[in-house]
């Protein structure tokens, strides 16, 4: 079975989409068709931009967003068995599944992309990847902290991010380095995403989806709240909201699209960033077997 999977923050590049552009007219249509609808030429930021403007995350967001659902819509045989997205891959997946248009889709990236850079703004808070501890481990040392500090992306096997308010994860990271952590690498992103700083923002966002036209899915989706299968736009709409202050359950979401059949996984997004944390899930489940 085939599992389509969209890439999150993290995947831009300056240049992105650029080829598409220049080569599709069905690109080229919806890249103009974007401008129009955000009032500003967000193919400038893609395509010509320096990093610093790409990576801000009212851009960012837009920019992979765009590029994917193209990217999907242009696959000669799109015809996926389930999907999932990370993050903000999730929002593309909707739109290329046809939950929801991609013109509404775009109004509601802009939107979640805009109060999480206000939030950026006014709270100072990060994201630092840890890599070679167990996740239990990392959640207690989290729990203990007297700040906000969580984890906010189970994505592989001795990969787990923890976001949160900037004293907090410094501190937080400085103890998992000194209890054996291989690596620590803090994200380039000025937001402690998928934690409770981002609360402020989940009312707002909630009210705005109500002008959102979901419908129920054709494919099964992993959404990233619960990492299992949803196909009734009423969940779907209700797990995109809690996503703003919930961890990605990645690591899971994927477990479980292996044990329902997948065994294909199709990356979309401007880089293929998801794949080598497919790879761990399934050396995992292989060690597993064989105990």
């Not at 079975?1 to 690109?27: E, R, W």
């Not at 990060?126 to 189970?154: Q, R, T």
């Not at 919930?246 to 293929?272: D, L, T, Y």
Request: overall charge positive.
């Amino acid at each position: 079975m085939n599992a389509y999977i969209f890439t999150g923050q993290g995947s831009q590049f300056v240049g992105m989409g650029k080829k598409l552009y220049q080569n599709s007219d069905f690109a080229k249509k919806l890249f103009l068709l974007s401008n129009d609808i955000l009032g500003f030429k967000i193919t400038d930021i893609m395509f010509n931009s320096p990093i610093e403007i790409l990576k801000k995350t009212k851009y960012t967001q837009l920019a992979i967003y765009i590029y994917s659902f193209i990217q999907a819509k242009l696959l000669d045989n799109f015809n996926p068995d389930m999907v999932a997205g990370h993050s903000l891959g999730e929002f593309s997946a909707l739109a290329s599944i046809d939950v929801f248009s991609f013109e509404e889709g775009l109004i509601l990236v802009e939107k979640r992309g805009s109060l999480m850079q206000k939030i950026c703004e006014q709270i100072p808070g990060g994201m630092a990847v840890v890599f070679g501890l167990d996740d239990h481990f990392i959640e207690s040392f989290c729990k203990k902290d007297k700040g906000i500090v969580v984890p906010s992306n189970y994505n592989s096997p001795g990969q787990l991010v923890i976001s949160g308010e900037e004293k907090a994860l410094k501190r937080v990271c400085f103890s998992l380095e000194k209890k054996g952590a291989k690596r620590i690498l803090r994200l380039p992103v000025h937001g402690a995403f998928h934690s409770p700083i981002m609360f402020s923002m989940k009312k707002k966002l909630e009210i705005f989806i109500e002008n959102i036209h979901f419908k129920d899915s054709k494919y099964p989706i992993y959404q990233n709240v619960t990492a299992k299968p949803e196909n009734k736009c009423s969940r779907i709409k209700k797990n995109i909201i809690e996503q703003l202050t919930s961890p990605v359950k990645w690591k899971q979401s994927v477990i479980n699209m292996i044990h329902h059949g997948a065994r294909s996984f199709i990356e979309i997004g401007p880089k293929n960033i998801l794949q080598g944390m497919i790879k761990k899930i399934f050396n995992e489940i292989r060690k597993k077997n064989e105990m």
